[in-house]
């Protein structure tokens, strides 16, 4: 019977629009179900449909289906696409990230694992303080050993399931949680610490009544496991589990979807197992290094009795010729399943490729390059994303857009929920639902300013752990606690009634967090401070306040059962992503984020930048083979979230640690095939200017290039060119950094005036550094110097303008590079696949793949126990046996 709520669909309203393979997989009636669902193949509206489908089809109960997703906004997306299929009935619905499911359960059912329904969920901030307690507690330097590191390190364990208990037993038998006074065994026993203050951590969590993340989902395995009752009534519940991004989980969310589903008790024949249908895509794992296990989706057909993989190839996102870039990178993986996307929105424009000189120019050429294509072409700058690999590059392209003026967000920055103001109102209502939550109540005992200082703080810590109570036990015990004098325990006291005052407060609105928000404001006086503040950037945390209470209020409109807990952990599920702006909604700005953030994603226009080896792919990936597969995964996702036009743009020289470091561009351009890039300018100057010197015969000179004179680049003029000298030493990623003449953060670049007129407005000559105002840089005390190319035009393409050449005199003191680089005079065409080599620091190693690149040819070893690397031929240390 079905559920008379739920709207019924036909068949064809269910189908009718949907390709073959989408409609195969709604349809699907079996155990186990993957949909390898590729880049912009619709795979929302398949969940959807087969959601519906179920439903109408096979007449299951909305309370039957519980359907997980990665982000909220994923989550919102799909509850309002059912809605419209399905009715009302979809609100009721389990449609929810892993981690809201988690919590869901565990309210309701987390008391037999000793987890109290008001627990408190601690981000990483919060997190991270209670580490910094622990270890001032237990003398464990912190800057040795840095609370991220312990934190990463306990979640590592936490996502493989490993209990604190079993790393104790292993590694400090001997530590009880809780003990004082405790030393380590033995100095630099790193395994031994970890374990201890794992088990510290958790053991306080419980005494606050708390949670991670990362408890969400393996204290939830724990309660499955361990509580037979709760686990038949979930597997009874849910029949039907669906799960989105099914390649970015890791080993304890698979555990969980078994444990939910009912595998193994089906196995040993217990009740059916519930129906499982996974969605994801291989080529789009990218979040290994928050432990992401590629295999769970890899080996899924394995895992799971009688599963069926559909594939959907077809693209409803992205042009033929993005989508032939896309395919021709992720090829070069292996061990992939064979896929690839087509679509029929025709071959589109060729992807726009730009080499700068540096990191400035290719900002500076990205800022004008989206200004004519909002000023030309109509195109809105909300429609335009900037991506790359690490945070640090977003540096150089803020300040490109704000110079040229361009509007823009910078998504991964310092999220609302994280400013200080913000957090401190959060603890005080964290306190007030959860009084044992020490680290809230440990942060707002001094805020705002009551003269409660460190000493006062300690008296109240040391004495409940001594009766091995949580810090709120001291503060309502004050008149108990040994040592304290009159002036500490009356703020004490005032505290403690404020806390009683607000508690009581909020009991009496409950559903109401934005009324209980502006009452925590005014009572505790934090508004009141803020307000009266001179400083200038009070008035914005005055602001961020406001919203917060906005944020509360909305919450109340679109929540039926409000609450101030129900507020709390809202707000605390919230991802970077929540933070864009919806797909319809006009934000007036540029998008800038890392490729990580981007998943899931897509803009009209997108550009890829840092196109260069060490940068994109990482350093940290070019000698190891599984994680240059997941930088090329990564490749492949930034490729993928442009729907119109891609551009690909590198520098040829990037600063990194202080040294002006030259870059190779990045295989991953080499990969794409030619005819796909309209390239505007193809190589830097220093480039082709090494191009010149490599061809000629005379080692010490020749013909080289010359642009011309004082080159007008974007309405601006650049200075004029002249040959540099250049003395290099390469790195293992084939990275150069030396002295090009002046100083340039430590290594000297530069010996004339780059561009002796503006840049944007401000002169760019001799004050390439330290900004000594917003949009104008401060000085090195060196020039920036000439560099002997043309800066290219915006919208020129290959050599802009008229080239001259002159001949340049044979000279030591204009060697060209590659006379100077450490070149040990192999060649490619030597090197054979299954050739063996000696390798300096490898030792013996075969040849499993040759690159002819000319001076930049790249040699693929197996070095066996050392892995697989990839070594520049011309620099590596090598010899063929």
Same mark, same amino acid.
């Not at 109102?425 to 007030?432: D, G, K, S, V």
């Given at each position: 019977?079905?559920?008379?709520?739920?709207?019924?669909?036909?068949?064809?309203?269910?189908?009718?629009?949907?390709?073959?393979?989408?409609?195969?997989?709604?349809?699907?009636?079996?155990?186990?179900?993957?949909?390898?669902?590729?880049?912009?193949?619709?795979?929302?509206?398949?969940?959807?449909?087969?959601?519906?489908?179920?439903?109408?089809?096979?007449?299951?109960?909305?309370?039957?289906?519980?359907?997980?997703?990665?982000?909220?906004?994923?989550?919102?997306?799909?509850?309002?696409?059912?809605?419209?299929?399905?009715?009302?009935?979809?609100?009721?619905?389990?449609?929810?990230?892993?981690?809201?499911?988690?919590?869901?359960?565990?309210?309701?059912?987390?008391?037999?694992?000793?987890?109290?329904?008001?627990?408190?969920?601690?981000?990483?901030?919060?997190?991270?303080?209670?580490?910094?307690?622990?270890?001032?507690?237990?003398?464990?330097?912190?800057?040795?050993?840095?609370?991220?590191?312990?934190?990463?390190?306990?979640?590592?364990?936490?996502?493989?399931?490993?209990?604190?208990?079993?790393?104790?037993?292993?590694?400090?038998?001997?530590?009880?949680?809780?003990?004082?006074?405790?030393?380590?065994?033995?100095?630099?026993?790193?395994?031994?610490?970890?374990?201890?203050?794992?088990?510290?951590?958790?053991?306080?969590?419980?005494?606050?009544?708390?949670?991670?993340?990362?408890?969400?989902?393996?204290?939830?395995?724990?309660?499955?496991?361990?509580?037979?009752?709760?686990?038949?009534?979930?597997?009874?519940?849910?029949?039907?589990?669906?799960?989105?991004?099914?390649?970015?989980?890791?080993?304890?969310?698979?555990?969980?979807?078994?444990?939910?589903?009912?595998?193994?008790?089906?196995?040993?024949?217990?009740?059916?197992?519930?129906?499982?249908?996974?969605?994801?895509?291989?080529?789009?794992?990218?979040?290994?290094?928050?432990?992401?296990?590629?295999?769970?989706?890899?080996?899924?057909?394995?895992?799971?009795?009688?599963?069926?993989?559909?594939?959907?190839?077809?693209?409803?996102?992205?042009?033929?010729?993005?989508?032939?870039?896309?395919?021709?990178?992720?090829?070069?993986?292996?061990?992939?399943?064979?896929?690839?996307?087509?679509?029929?929105?025709?071959?589109?424009?060729?992807?726009?490729?730009?080499?700068?000189?540096?990191?400035?120019?290719?900002?500076?050429?990205?800022?004008?390059?989206?200004?004519?294509?909002?000023?030309?072409?109509?195109?809105?700058?909300?429609?335009?994303?900037?991506?790359?690999?690490?945070?640090?590059?977003?540096?150089?392209?803020?300040?490109?857009?704000?110079?040229?003026?361009?509007?823009?967000?910078?998504?991964?920055?310092?999220?609302?929920?994280?400013?200080?103001?913000?957090?401190?109102?959060?603890?005080?209502?964290?306190?007030?639902?959860?009084?044992?939550?020490?680290?809230?109540?440990?942060?707002?005992?001094?805020?705002?300013?009551?003269?409660?200082?460190?000493?006062?703080?300690?008296?109240?810590?040391?004495?409940?752990?001594?009766?091995?109570?949580?810090?709120?036990?001291?503060?309502?015990?004050?008149?108990?606690?040994?040592?304290?004098?009159?002036?500490?325990?009356?703020?004490?006291?005032?505290?403690?009634?404020?806390?009683?005052?607000?508690?009581?407060?909020?009991?009496?609105?409950?559903?109401?967090?934005?009324?209980?928000?502006?009452?925590?404001?005014?009572?505790?006086?934090?508004?009141?401070?803020?307000?009266?503040?001179?400083?200038?950037?009070?008035?914005?945390?005055?602001?961020?306040?406001?919203?917060?209470?906005?944020?509360?209020?909305?919450?109340?409109?679109?929540?039926?059962?409000?609450?101030?807990?129900?507020?709390?952990?809202?707000?605390?599920?919230?991802?970077?992503?929540?933070?864009?702006?919806?797909?319809?909604?006009?934000?007036?700005?540029?998008?800038?984020?890392?490729?990580?953030?981007?998943?899931?994603?897509?803009?009209?226009?997108?550009?890829?930048?840092?196109?260069?080896?060490?940068?994109?792919?990482?350093?940290?990936?070019?000698?190891?083979?599984?994680?240059?597969?997941?930088?090329?995964?990564?490749?492949?996702?930034?490729?993928?979230?442009?729907?119109?036009?891609?551009?690909?743009?590198?520098?040829?020289?990037?600063?990194?640690?202080?040294?002006?470091?030259?870059?190779?561009?990045?295989?991953?351009?080499?990969?794409?095939?030619?005819?796909?890039?309209?390239?505007?300018?193809?190589?830097?100057?220093?480039?082709?200017?090494?191009?010149?010197?490599?061809?000629?015969?005379?080692?010490?000179?020749?013909?080289?290039?010359?642009?011309?004179?004082?080159?007008?680049?974007?309405?601006?003029?650049?200075?004029?060119?002249?040959?540099?000298?250049?003395?290099?030493?390469?790195?293992?990623?084939?990275?150069?950094?030396?002295?090009?003449?002046?100083? !340039? %953060? *430590? =290594? $000297? @670049? /530069?010996? &004339?005036?780059?561009? #002796? +007129?503006? !840049? %944007? *407005? =401000? $002169? @760019? /000559?001799? &004050?390439?550094?330290? #900004? +000594?105002?917003? %949009?104008?840089?401060?000085?090195?005390? &060196?020039?920036?110097?000439?560099?002997?190319?043309?800066?290219?035009?915006?919208?020129? &393409?290959?050599?802009?303008?008229?080239?001259?050449?002159?001949?340049?005199?044979?000279?030591?003191?204009?060697?060209?590079?590659?006379?100077?680089?450490?070149?040990?005079?192999?060649?490619?065409?030597?090197?054979?696949?299954?050739?063996?080599?000696?390798?300096?620091?490898?030792?013996?190693?075969?040849?499993?793949?040759?690159?002819?690149?000319?001076?930049?040819?790249?040699?693929?070893?197996?070095?066996?126990?050392?892995?697989?690397?990839?070594?520049?031929?011309?620099?590596?240390?090598?010899?063929?046996?």
């Amino acid at each position: 019977m079905q559920d008379p709520g739920v709207i019924t669909r036909s068949p064809q309203e269910l189908i009718g629009d949907l390709n073959e393979r989408q409609a195969m997989a709604v349809q699907y009636e079996g155990p186990a179900l993957l949909i390898g669902a590729g880049a912009g193949s619709g795979k929302t509206r398949v969940l959807t449909r087969r959601i519906a489908w179920i439903l109408s089809q096979f007449g299951a109960w909305p309370s039957q289906i519980l359907a997980i997703t990665f982000t909220n906004k994923a989550a919102a997306e799909m509850r309002e696409r059912l809605e419209t299929l399905i009715g009302p009935v979809a609100q009721r619905m389990w449609v929810s990230t892993f981690h809201s499911a988690c919590v869901r359960i565990l309210r309701r059912n987390g008391a037999s694992i000793g987890l109290e329904s008001g627990f408190s969920i601690y981000d990483t901030a919060d997190a991270e303080r209670l580490i910094k307690l622990i270890a001032t507690d237990l003398n464990v330097d912190i800057k040795r050993y840095t609370p991220r590191s312990i934190l990463g390190r306990i979640s590592d364990y936490k996502n493989q399931l490993i209990s604190w208990q079993t790393q104790l037993a292993t590694y400090a038998a001997d530590y009880k949680p809780g003990m004082r006074g405790y030393q380590f065994g033995r100095v630099g026993n790193v395994e031994e610490l970890y374990a201890v203050m794992y088990a510290e951590y958790q053991h306080r969590l419980k005494l606050a009544n708390a949670v991670d993340f990362d408890d969400l989902i393996m204290r939830t395995v724990e309660l499955m496991q361990t509580d037979k009752d709760v686990a038949d009534y979930y597997r009874s519940r849910f029949r039907f589990i669906l799960v989105d991004e099914y390649q970015d989980t890791n080993h304890a969310q698979y555990v969980l979807i078994r444990e939910l589903a009912g595998i193994d008790q089906a196995k040993a024949g217990g009740r059916p197992q519930a129906s499982v249908t996974v969605v994801g895509d291989s080529d789009q794992s990218i979040y290994a290094f928050r432990g992401a296990d590629i295999s769970n989706i890899q080996d899924f057909e394995k895992d799971f009795p009688n599963a069926r993989t559909i594939m959907l190839e077809q693209n409803y996102r992205s042009t033929q010729t993005i989508l032939d870039a896309a395919n021709a990178v992720i090829s070069h993986n292996e061990g992939r399943k064979p896929k690839k996307l087509w679509t029929a929105l025709g071959q589109g424009e060729r992807i726009t490729g730009y080499a700068a000189d540096n990191a400035q120019l290719e900002a500076h050429w990205i800022a004008q390059e989206i200004l004519r294509l909002n000023g030309e072409e109509g195109v809105p700058f909300s429609n335009i994303a900037i991506m790359y690999r690490a945070n640090a590059q977003s540096r150089a392209l803020e300040e490109g857009l704000i110079r040229a003026h361009v509007p823009y967000q910078l998504v991964g920055g310092t999220k609302f929920y994280e400013r200080r103001e913000v957090k401190d109102a959060m603890a005080y209502l964290q306190a007030i639902v959860n009084p044992a939550d020490n680290v809230n109540m440990r942060r707002i005992l001094n805020v705002p300013k009551r003269g409660l200082g460190p000493r006062a703080e300690s008296l109240v810590a040391s004495y409940a752990a001594s009766i091995n109570q949580p810090f709120w036990s001291g503060i309502e015990h004050v008149d108990q606690i040994p040592g304290m004098t009159t002036r500490t325990a009356n703020p004490l006291k005032r505290f403690r009634e404020l806390m009683l005052e607000l508690k009581q407060f909020a009991q009496e609105h409950d559903a109401k967090p934005s009324v209980i928000v502006a009452h925590v404001l005014k009572a505790t006086g934090m508004l009141e401070e803020l307000q009266k503040s001179e400083d200038p950037q009070d008035a914005s945390r005055v602001e961020n306040l406001s919203q917060l209470q906005s944020v509360a209020a909305e919450y109340e409109q679109n929540t039926p059962d409000a609450s101030l807990a129900g507020f709390l952990e809202t707000t605390a599920l919230v991802a970077d992503s929540d933070q864009l702006p919806g797909e319809h909604e006009d934000s007036g700005k540029v998008t800038l984020m890392t490729l990580h953030t981007a998943k899931g994603l897509e803009y009209p226009v997108v550009f890829l930048t840092g196109m260069e080896q060490g940068t994109f792919p990482h350093s940290r990936a070019m000698e190891d083979a599984s994680e240059l597969s997941e930088e090329r995964r990564l490749a492949y996702v930034g490729i993928t979230r442009a729907k119109q036009h891609l551009y690909v743009t590198r520098a040829a020289v990037r600063a990194q640690w202080g040294q002006a470091n030259e870059m190779m561009p990045s295989q991953f351009l080499d990969e794409i095939p030619d005819e796909l890039i309209d390239w505007k300018r193809r190589e830097a100057g220093m480039e082709r200017m090494r191009s010149s010197w490599s061809n000629d015969d005379d080692e010490f000179g020749g013909w080289v290039e010359d642009e011309p004179q004082g080159y007008t680049f974007g309405g601006s003029t650049f200075g004029s060119a002249a040959p540099r000298t250049a003395a290099h030493d390469y790195d293992a990623q084939g990275r150069r950094s030396g002295s090009y003449g002046g100083s !340039y %953060g *430590g =290594s $000297s @670049y /530069g010996s &004339s005036s780059y561009g #002796r +007129s503006s !840049y %944007g *407005g =401000s $002169s @760019y /000559g001799a &004050s390439y550094g330290s #900004r +000594s105002s917003r %949009g104008s840089y401060g000085s090195r005390g &060196s020039s920036y110097g000439s560099h002997g190319s043309s800066y290219g035009s915006s919208r020129g &393409s290959g050599h802009s303008g008229k080239v001259t050449t002159r001949k340049v005199a044979k000279s030591a003191s204009i060697k060209p590079a590659s006379a100077l680089a450490n070149n040990n005079g192999l060649n490619i065409a030597d090197f054979h696949v299954g050739d063996k080599v000696t390798h300096d620091k490898f030792g013996l190693g075969t040849v499993i793949d040759t690159q002819d690149k000319g001076p930049n040819s790249v040699l693929t070893v197996d070095f066996g126990s050392d892995g697989v690397k990839r070594l520049m031929l011309r620099m590596a240390p090598i010899e063929k046996l």
